[in-house]
């Protein structure tokens, strides 16, 4: 089992900047890939970014390309979401996700809600215009 426990999430102003954290613990030996979900009220939910757990592939839904970037560091067992130039669109609860199996084709599986074992309960993020 990995439990996992976000951190980070808050209230911002548009154009501002968080740093979502993901503390992942358990038997994370066994993890393929992490990836950072977001979900708004009567929406399903919808993958936000994703990485490769021991290597550096990352993977981006379009409408947050070249604002937010996804980032681990292994030696603690810690997935981070960098996300600038924040916009009102992207209020929404970010939960951190946990595949401990091979994704395939990454390209496309990797949004899949279904694809993901492990959750965290989730981190609210506000953004105001």
């Known amino acids: 089992q990995v439990q996992l426990v976000e951190s980070g999430g808050g209230s911002v102003q548009a154009g501002g900047s968080l740093r979502l954290s993901c503390t992942a613990s358990?038997?994370?030996?066994?993890?393929?890939?992490m990836a950072w979900f977001r979900q708004v009220p009567g929406k399903e939910r919808e993958g936000v970014a994703c990485?490769?757990?021991?290597?550096?592939?990352?993977y981006y839904a379009d409408p947050v390309k070249g604002r937010f970037t996804i980032s681990q560091d292994n030696a603690k067992n810690v997935l981070y979401l960098h996300m600038n130039s924040l916009k009102p669109e992207d209020t929404a609860m970010y939960y951190c996700?946990?595949?401990?199996?091979?994704?395939?084709?990454?390209?496309?599986?990797?949004?899949?809600?279904?694809?993901?074992?492990?959750w965290g309960q989730g981190t609210q993020v506000t953004v105001s215009s």
């Open positions: 996700a946990a595949a401990q199996h091979g994704l395939f084709p990454v390209s496309t599986s990797w949004g899949l809600e279904s694809e993901f074992e492990h």
């Open positions: 358990g038997y994370t030996h066994g993890t393929f890939y």
């Open positions: 990485i490769r757990w021991t290597g550096t592939s990352t």
